[in-house]
Structure formats: structure tokens, C-alpha cells
């Protein structure tokens, strides 16, 4: 599905990521945490395609195509989605209008016709009631005046509408609180299937304890630093990342 | 940016093309000549002929104004011809007898003038260079007493409705440009809703310029009695070419006691080409007045063409609890210029206006906002709220803004606010990232900017500013 390798990638003359790999295999969720600055967001948005950042060396492999030779557009159309750590606000847009266009877009990219108007909202109310959303939603303004855990609840309504091969997490349970977590947990389970691959970045171990991912990586300055299986974040959890760190630097 | 992109915006201004009619043009030139030939033409009473010279004799001793946010070379009124009408029939009596070639015109416009394939309940006013060529829906609209026709025919047919009404809002001596209209103004539309009328249908006007080195001098007039209801629309295109032309029109509008208008423009003249070249001058005094109590005229514009906007539609607030509208979307591209906005005129009591205003600059674009809410010192609890935002897309474009506020009166509420946002790029990736190319993101995004001014609009044409909006901003990115 999706093959990093040795990624290097700068924003102005920073180097953020100092040669990453990573190999991801369809149905596998992988988890990345690690401390902040150490390059989890630069990882998911340079995946996604977002030209602030320069890929200096490396390259990445998507569905057999080149990632980074894509436009933003393409790899969402390709299969690939990321839900954002802030949402942004988009005044006058309705949400559905957004969505819309952006289901018709994929399904005419892949050579399909477009989803008629009634079929749409028939799906989208469909998916907002297992995600516990009031259906005013799609009239709203895209995340315009929504609460954080509301903006989070659209991501994930947006994964599933979308229906990625890739799905991207950038910190989706920061700022939730507990209910909101599980009800998010619970939309990207239902998603689970072997054709689809999870990369989940986070800061903390609790979202792994309702999505159990197949593996754990710890992101340190730029590289991965360690991987291991779902008792890596419980290991991390109780000891923080000092000691990854101190390993490294050792 | 793409290859696609370029050759999007090189295809984007698709009214560009030319009618292949014989013409009949005045020589160019401005003087008394051309003036008594415009009246012979209009076949008008001698009280027309007298106001329009005065006009002329008013507008010699008149400098063209220098205050707008706008640079543009000097205009040679003498190099201009003042009345272009196609040679065959220039007055049809039936839509049989219009010239194919310019029925086609309107066909390919999207305006087709066989009233069972217009879209229901619009009624259609076609206006080539300087004559109304054909008004759909007379007769039906008749039989309410309603009159929907050109100023040139109401001239003949209702003159004592013209002589109370002409110039009772713009006076001929206004100001430069309206001034020249009130000399030189050939066709237009002519509008009068009697007592207790609701017009069941939209009214519209559609504005063509086709002849070259011509100028269109277009005077509208819409006259809506004790509780009448009208909404009223206008739309304008014009060929591509190199030289500027001068579009310079004056709309006045009276609604008395209890009588609304709602008038609606969607402007698309010639923007001119990526350097700049061409595209038309477009300077528009309109002004409406809320003579009645209870009266409301509302003004909605999506100005998305001409080379220069200089426009500035008013409302004059007499009647008691009168209320005043103005909804603009104004977008500069390549090197168009704007500078338009409004005037509220608070003279009654309890008066109220709300101005809300979006303009959108990209490429070399400039674009101002220039508003004025005056009360005046007998206007009790009176009203105003303004909410002004520009948006700009790329960094060689400008936006500015200008709002004045006079207050005479110590009761009145005034609530002023402005934003001035670069377009976000979180806002393009965000999009892009689901699937949308960056055009259509910033379609999107701006559609959305300019919602509140959208939803003013007439259903149709709400969908068709939005088309029209798209289609302007192919090019802005990248």
C-alpha cells in the first residue's frame, strides 16, 4: 500500500524529517507517536501533498505510483485521506455542498458517474447517525462555529463518506474528551477492513486503547527510532520517551 | 502553474464574440448636432430635445471626477460615436422582423426572445447598442396596467409619466457622467408598476454592445406606485476588443408609499485582455428614492466585468420607516479597476439601510469600496449596519476601502464592520486534500465568501453569478 523511504524533508532550512522509512501493508493500522517537534504532522502533511514543506531526498511509494509526484488533489482522488489536527473553517460553504463536490470529484477522477443529489444525502445522513451527529450539520458552514470535538466527529464523517484505501489520523483525539474519543474510535473501527490501511499519529496512548493498531513506531528527530506491537505504546505510556531518546542518542 | 490553467483563461470571457449586422453610427463627435440627431432619431418631443441640451451645456462646463481609486488615460469624447442601430428595422414590430443575425446573438447570450422557450415568468427587454430591439411579455404584463418597455417608447407612449419622473432622482446636472447621459442617452428601459400591483413575473433588461468606437448611454427609469412590488434585473456583455468603450448609464427608481423594488445586476462587460488591454469603461450613476412611507428599495450587484466600475447605487430614504439595501459582490482580475459602493441618504424617521459589501481581488486587480451613510439631522431612529470584506487572492492586487459616516442625529444606531482576509491557503489544501483542484477551491472558497450577497438574487440568476464567478477567476491562481 504505502512505502516510505528514507524520507528527508525541510521547511525554510530546518531539516524535520532526517530519512524516515516505514513500510505499510493493506488492512494494517500503524500508530505513530513520539514527542512533540519530533516530525509526526510533517510526516501526514507532506504525505497529503502540502507544499510548505520540501522533500529534500527519499521517496514514496503509493499503490505502485509516485506520492510526491502528485498533486494534493490526485492522492485524495488516488485513495488517500488525512483528517486534520485543526479543521478549518470555511465561511459560506455548506458542509454537505463541500462534501459533495469532493465525493463527485474522487468518483469522476475513477472514471464513475456522479452521485446524485438524493443518494448523497441518503449516505451522509446514514453515516452522521453512527457518528452521533445532529444532521444541521450538513447544513453548517464547514466547521464554522463547530465546538473541537464536533470538528473531529466531521473529520472522521468525512473519511467515511470518502471511503480512503489510506487514512491518515493527525492527532484526531487531542482536545476530545472521552465520549467524543470513543464515538471517533468507533467510526474508524467501522471503517476497519483489509483492504484499507490506518496511519494513526498521536501524542498518547489512550486512542490505542480503543483502535488497536498492528504496530507502534516512535518518531525521534526526524527518524523512527523504534517499532513494535500494540504493548510498545503501553511501554511508552508508562515510561515516557526518554528512554527511546536516550537510545538514540547513545 | 498548468497548462490547463492558461488555456482556461484565455477561453474564459465566452461573450466575446461580434454580430456581423450593417450598422447605422452617428458620426463621431460630441456637439448639438449629434444630440438633435440622437432626438430625431428617438422621434421625441421638443421638452426632451431642451432638457437634454441643457444637460449638454451644464456637462461642457464640467470636469470629469479625479476622487475614485482609479487610474485610466484620459477619454477623448470627441473620438466617440454616440448612436449605433442595425440598419435593417431598427424598430421590429414583431419578433419576425428582428434580423436573424442578431436573434442568433441573443440565442448564443443565453437570452433567447421566443417567450415559450424564455425561462417562465422573465420577461426580457433585448437593448442592441443604442435601441430597444424587443420587449417579451408586454401584452400579458398590460393587462395588470403593468408598463414594461423602452424609455424610447414610453417617451411616445407615456410622456407625461417620463416628464414627471426623468431626472426627479438624477438630476441632469448630478454629476459628469450623468450629466453626459442626460445629453446623449439613447435606450434603456421604462418600468411602471400602478397601485396594489405585485408584478408576477421578474422584469429584466439585457445590455448588449456590439459596434465599435461607440459609447451606450443607456437610462433606465422604474416607477413603483403605493404598494406595488417589482424585482427588476440586468445583465450586460460585450465583444472583445482592443480599444476601451465607454458605458455610462443613469437608473432611477421611485417607490412610494409601501412599494418595493428589488433591483438586480449582473454585470459582464468585456474585462479586457491579461495585459490590460481594452475592456469597457463602465460609469453608472443610480440612485433610487424611497419617496413613500414604508417603501423599501434594495439593490443587489455582482459586478464581475469592465475594464473600470465606477458605481455607486444610492438610496434616498424620505419616507418614514423606509428602508434602503445595497448587496455587492465587486471581483478584479487581470488589471481591472473598481471603485464602487453605495450611498444611504437617512432623511426620514425610522429610517434603516444595510449595506453589505464583498470584493474580491486577484492578478493586477484593484478594488475599493467607497460608501457614505449620512442622517440627516430630522431623521429620528434611524438605522445603519455596513459589513465590508475583501478577500485577496495573490500579491499584486489591491483592496481598498472608504466608508464615510455623517451623523446629524443623536438617535441614530450605526453599526460598521470590515474584514480584509487573504484568501487561506489552509482553506485551498484543505479542499484540495478531499479531491477538488485548486481552482475549484477557490471557486468554492469565494462562492462561499460572497454567500450573503448571492442569496439576495433571483433563484436563476443566483446559479448563473455563481457560473459567472468561476469562470472570472479561471487564472487567479498558481
Known amino acids: 500500500m504505502l512505502e516510505i523511504r528514507n524520507l528527508h524533508v525541510k521547511i525554510e532550512d530546518k531539516e524535520i524529517l532526517k530519512g524516515l522509512n516505514l513500510t505499510i501493508n493493506e488492512g494494517e493500522i500503524h500508530s505513530i507517536m513520539g514527542p512533540n517537534g519530533s516530525g509526526k504532522s510533517t510526516l501526514a502533511q507532506v504525505l497529503a501533498g502540502r507544499d510548505t514543506y520540501e522533500v529534500t531526498e527519499g521517496e514514496v511509494v503509493f499503490k505502485g505510483k509516485d506520492l510526491l509526484d502528485m498533486a494534493p488533489e490526485d492522492r485524495a482522488c488516488e485513495g488517500v485521506f488525512m483528517a486534520f489536527q485543526y479543521p478549518v473553517e470555511i465561511p459560506g460553504v455548506a458542509n454537505n455542498y463541500l462534501l459533495r463536490e469532493a465525493l463527485n470529484a474522487k468518483r469522476e477522477y475513477n472514471g464513475l458517474e456522479p452521485l446524485k443529489h438524493i443518494d448523497f444525502t441518503k449516505l451522509a445522513k446514514e453515516k452522521m447517525k453512527n457518528l452521533d451527529m445532529d444532521e444541521s450539520m450538513l447544513r453548517r458552514a464547514v466547521n464554522q462555529g463547530f465546538s473541537g470535538g464536533e470538528k473531529k466527529r466531521n473529520e472522521i464523517f468525512q473519511m467515511q463518506i470518502l471511503d480512503p484505501s489510506l487514512a491518515i489520523l493527525d492527532e484526531t483525539d487531542s482536545g476530545l474528551d472521552i465520549d467524543a474519543l470513543k464515538v471517533v474510535a468507533k467510526g474508524v473501527i467501522d471503517m476497519k477492513s483489509p483492504e484499507r490501511s490506518f496511519l494513526i499519529i498521536t501524542h498518547y496512548q489512550r486512542l490505542l486503547n480503543y483502535i488497536v493498531p498492528d504496530f507502534v513506531h516512535v518518531l525521534v528527530d526526524g527518524k523512527i527510532a523504534k517499532s513494535g506491537g500494540k504493548e510498545l505504546a503501553l511501554e511508552l505510556e508508562e515510561k515516557g520517551y526518554g528512554w527511546v531518546e536516550e537510545a538514540v542518542n547513545a | ?478
Open chain 2, 1 to 478: 502553474m498548468s497548462v490547463d490553467l492558461e488555456k482556461l483563461s484565455k477561453e474564459d470571457y465566452k461573450y466575446g464574440f461580434t454580430t456581423n449586422v450593417e450598422q447605422e453610427l452617428a458620426p463621431k463627435g460630441l456637439n448639438e448636432e449629434t444630440i438633435k440627431l440622437i432626438s430625431k432619431k428617438k422621434n421625441e418631443p421638443e421638452w426632451l430635445l431642451e432638457w437634454r441640451l441643457k444637460a449638454y451645456r451644464q456637462w461642457l462646463t464640467m470636469k470629469e471626477p479625479k476622487w475614485a481609486h482609479l487610474k485610466f488615460p484620459k477619454i477623448d469624447y470627441n473620438e466617440i460615436s454616440y448612436y449605433a442601430e442595425p440598419k435593417k428595422n431598427p424598430r421590429p414590430k414583431s419578433l419576425d422582423e428582428i434580423d436573424p443575425e442578431i436573434k442568433s446573438t441573443y440565442d448564443k447570450l443565453g437570452i433567447p426572445l421566443e417567450e415559450q422557450k424564455k425561462l417562465a415568468g422573465v420577461a426580457v427587454d433585448a437593448v442592441f447598442d443604442s435601441v430597444s430591439l424587443f420587449t417579451t411579455f408586454k401584452e400579458k404584463l398590460a393587462e395588470e396596467g403593468i408598463i414594461f418597455c423602452s424609455i424610447s417608447e414610453a417617451v411616445e407612449n407615456h410622456p407625461e409619466l417620463v416628464k414627471k419622473y426623468l431626472g426627479s432622482v438624477v438630476p441632469y446636472h448630478d454629476n459628469f457622467f450623468a450629466t453626459l447621459n442626460s445629453a446623449v442617452f439613447t435606450d434603456g428601459s421604462f418600468v411602471y408598476i400602478p397601485k396594489g400591483v405585485r408584478c408576477p413575473m421578474e422584469l429584466s433588461t439585457y445590455f448588449r454592445i456590439n459596434a465599435e468606437n461607440t459609447g451606450q448611454f443607456e437610462r433606465t427609469l422604474i416607477i413603483a406606485e403605493e404598494g406595488s412590488y417589482v424585482s427588476y434585473l440586468e445583465g450586460c456583455t460585450a465583444p472583445k476588443r482592443d480599444q476601451n468603450q465607454l458605458h455610462a448609464a443613469v437608473v432611477e427608481l421611485i417607490a412610494h408609499d409601501d412599494a418595493t423594488i428589488k433591483y438586480s445586476t449582473i454585470q459582464n462587460w468585456y474585462p479586457g485582455d491579461q495585459e490590460g488591454k481594452g475592456g469597457i469603461y463602465n460609469f453608472v450613476t443610480k440612485r433610487g428614492r424611497c419617496a413613500g412611507k414604508n417603501s423599501r428599495i434594495s439593490w443587489t450587484q455582482v459586478e464581475t466585468g469592465s475594464a473600470i466600475t465606477w458605481k455607486y447605487p444610492s438610496c434616498i430614504l424620505e419616507g418614514d420607516n423606509s428602508v434602503g439595501e445595497f448587496y455587492s459582490v465587486a471581483l478584479t482580475n487581470r488589471y481591472q479597476q473598481a471603485d464602487t459602493g453605495t450611498k444611504m441618504l437617512h432623511i426620514g424617521n425610522n429610517t434603516k439601510s444595510t449595506i453589505i459589501s464583498k470584493g474580491i481581488s486577484a492578478g493586477h486587480g484593484q478594488n475599493a469600496y467607497r460608501g457614505l451613510v449620512e442622517i440627516g439631522k430630522n431623521a429620528y431612529n434611524a438605522r445603519n449596519y455596513t459589513q465590508c470584506d475583501s478577500m485577496l487572492i495573490g500579491d499584486k492586487c489591491g483592496a481598498h476601502t472608504f466608508p464615510y459616516i455623517e451623523v446629524k442625529n443623536s438617535t441614530a444606531h450605526m453599526e460598521h464592520e470590515a474584514s480584509t482576509s487573504k484568501i487561506g491557503e489552509d482553506q485551498i489544501f484543505y479542499c484540495q486534500q478531499r479531491g477538488l483542484s485548486e481552482e475549484n477551491a477557490v471557486s468554492l472558497i469565494v462562492n462561499g465568501f460572497c454567500k450573503e450577497v448571492f442569496r439576495e438574487l433571483p433563484f436563476e440568476f443566483a446559479v448563473e453569478a455563481e457560473k459567472l464567478l468561476s469562470v472570472s477567476l479561471e487564472g487567479s491562481v498558481g
